[in-house]
């Protein structure tokens, strides 16, 4: 972010350049990139100045002067990749570890850009890499996590703090509950740390689903709820309300979610992102004026590309919107099989014959009842479907997709599957039964619902399957009656 508010993005490719945004124009400025090599690591300077880190090599970039100058002497912990580093509150950065190829470092320094150059800072307590660094006050930084010396096989579930007054790091006795690497960090306005995502060997390598976050005072480690989707590199950016919004962290997920700190849980945000973007060039911004800016390529990794395509989220206190279209109340797909008196289809359109059905359920409840201890197990099991006896998550009870058309059309689509994958596939019948309800026409919106009873995580997996029809605009309304 530079002094006049445009924001100034590398693209970590050779070749790729350098795009300065304007938000108040919402225009982007292509330089060509006159790096010696391709940025690993990015740090904001005063002055509009950027220090690139990449290899050995560190230089400095003055969007003013469009001039780059080297800095003073190299980057003291070897090959700059992976290192963990945070602003000081003096202006100085604090920067530990490294993966150098080889091995992980325990080697720490500052960068002072009053005389552009590092100077050492002292060791971590264990060699570090892709871990969080994180500011947390009295001159205190907490660094969390990251993979160790053998660096393929060891990733760290413990914590410790280093102590810029006396240059020592020492291990605390708390740990997280997950090992994490390549994880998200960030300090809320309690001045608790949140820990999101990464990856874990305990967990076979896959991102841990469970937040956590990391209480100062206490110097204790607590569970922070559950994410809809876990993420390998949680992109994370604070939101004025003081809440932290969760972007991105695999390739090609959409969803949203939000982190509330009061009740240390996840909220799904009401749309999901417009475009997909490949992780390992992403970046959320927060801006000013409370909005969050997010860069990056949509594309896959032989793009040169340096900005496919920006928008920003909003954090919006507002109703979440019924339908676009009045909505249709649902009811268990096999109540129209059992009573053979509508589809499940008419079921989903026609709130009338619902409220019919539901009262002829109630008459026939009285002769129904002594059936459910019938001795054929098939009688029982469908007069207990019946009576609604059954546990809720094994009723067929349908959620489903509103589209608006481009001709003006609404087209409503009920799909009674609800089953989540680990990973959404485009070729997802679910997808491509709402792709068919458009007939070739173009879909501007989607709106999706759920039943009330559908957990979090299946309406976060499905919200984010509908995103891989392509529509850009998909908002979350809300609850269908059951």
Known sequence: MLSDGRVAMFMSREGAGLAIFD?????????????????????MLPDDKVLLLSGRQAEIYDVRKDEYAPVKGEF?????????????????????????????????????????????????????????????????????????????KQTYDTLEIFDIGTGTSRMLPATMKYSR????????????????????????HSPPPEAEV?????????????????????ILAPLPSGRVAVFYGDDYTRLV????????????????????????????????????????TRGNFNDKEIVAFLEFFTEEKRLVPDSIAPGPKTIPADVATLLNDLSADDFAKRDAATEKLSKRIEELRVWIEPLKDSPDPE?????????GKVPVKNRAIPWMAELRLRNGQMKTVTLADSRVLEWCNPKDQRVTQILAAAREEKIDEILVRFPKSYSYQTQGLLFELVGLTGVRIVKLGSPLQE
């Open 257 to 296: 979610e939000i982190y509330v700190p009061e009740t240390k849980s996840f909220v799904l945000a009401d749309q999901l992102t417009m475009e997909q973007r490949v992780l390992c060039y992403t970046e959320s911004i927060a801006m000013p004026d409370g909005r969050v800016l997010n860069v990056g």
């Open 181 to 204: 690497a390549g994880h998200g960090a960030i300090r809320l306005k309690d001045g608790t740390v949140l820990f999101v995502g990464g990856e874990s060997p305990a967990n076979n």
């Open 379 to 387: 009688v029982k099991a469908r007069v207990m479907k019946l009576l």
């Open 23 to 43: 938000p108040k124009t919402e225009s982007i400025t292509i330089k060509k990139h006159a790096a010696q090599q391709s940025p690993f690591h990015l740090a």
């Open 76 to 152: 003291p912990n070897g090959h700059i990749w992976y290192c963990g580093f945070c602003r000081l509150p003096d202006g100085r950065y604090f920067f530990s570890g490294s993966f150098d190829q080889h091995d992980s470092s325990d080697i720490c320094c500052y960068f002072d850009p009053k005389f552009n150059t590092f100077t050492p800072a002292g060791k971590m307590a264990k060699p570090r890499a892709r871990h969080s660094v994180t500011w947390i006050g009295d001159n205190q930084i907490l660094i969390a996590g990251g993979q160790g010396k053998d660096y393929y």
């Open 214 to 234: 990391f209480d100062s005072k206490a110097q204790t480690v607590s569970p922070a709820g559950t994410m809809a989707r876990p993420r390998r590199y949680g």
